[in-house]
């Protein structure tokens, strides 16, 4: 089933409406101290709205993917205003503080890290002539980002295969699909080693455990859905991953 124009302007209306509103906004935030205390916005000047961090990324990539299909849609000056309003040098060097911040190692872990990386990788193949820069100036986010999920991927002896923002295949297949658009071959390979390491030997899936109660995505098959993009002989692999009849 294809996205229509329909569908696509009506999506990128959210978003539209959301990404400048800061409340609700569910706050993952760690203080360090007192001078912490502060808005969503104060925090997060890019990323404050659509009610979390990752909200908020992902709702800009869903206005470029947007565009990207549907070049002509009635709100694309408005996309466009909304990205020039946000994506400014100051206010990605304040969103990237906040991660380098003390304690804050874990901030949106994997997750964020996914979608940013997917972002990036829609403002790279965006062909309207304003993304080179606003790519540009999410660089020095997209550059801490990536280093995250390296430091991540080796240090994580097991994957996390809830069905939730914790899950580690999710977050890889969205790593990947930006390595491999910007050949990056240092973090392809990462992420190949990681994705072969955890899954490779997956048998007999355990299938009957899905949904959980708090679940939004199925384990099981994205964790499929990252192999299919890792090893050659996916066929195989997926026989041996599904349930024993």
């Not at 994580?156 to 977050?171: D, E, M």
Request: glycine share 4%; with cysteine; hydrophobic share 40%.
């Amino acid at each position: 089933m294809k996205l229509t124009e329909q569908q696509a302007e009506a999506f990128a209306r959210m978003p539209l409406q959301y990404l400048r509103q800061q409340y609700p906004n569910h706050i993952m935030h760690l203080l360090n101290g007192d001078a912490d205390v502060l808005s969503p916005r104060e925090l997060h000047p890019v990323f404050y709205g659509c009610y979390d961090w990752h909200s908020a990324v992902h709702g800009y990539w869903l206005l470029l993917r947007s565009l990207r299909l549907y070049p002509e849609l009635s709100c694309r000056k408005d996309i466009i205003i909304l990205f020039d309003e946000h994506f400014k040098p100051d206010n990605i060097a304040r969103e990237l503080a906040y991660f380098n911040a003390p304690s804050r190692a874990s901030f949106e872990r994997p997750y964020g890290y996914g979608w940013l990386l997917a972002l990036a990788q829609e403002l790279n193949n965006s062909s309207l002539p304003q993304a080179a820069e606003w790519a540009r100036c999410l660089e020095p986010l997209t550059r801490d980002i990536r280093e995250r999920l390296m430091d991540y991927l080796s240090k994580l002896t097991y994957p996390i295969r809830v069905g939730t923002h914790f899950n580690t295949a999710f977050a890889l297949i969205l790593g990947l699909d930006y390595a491999r658009s910007q050949h990056d071959q240092t973090l392809e390979q990462a992420i190949l080693n990681a994705a072969n390491g955890y899954y490779l030997e997956d048998i007999n899936y355990p299938a009957h455990y899905e949904p959980a109660g708090d679940e939004y995505i199925s384990g099981g098959l994205v964790e499929a859905l990252l192999m299919s993009k890792v090893t050659a002989d996916f066929a195989g692999w997926f026989d041996n991953f599904l349930p024993a009849p």
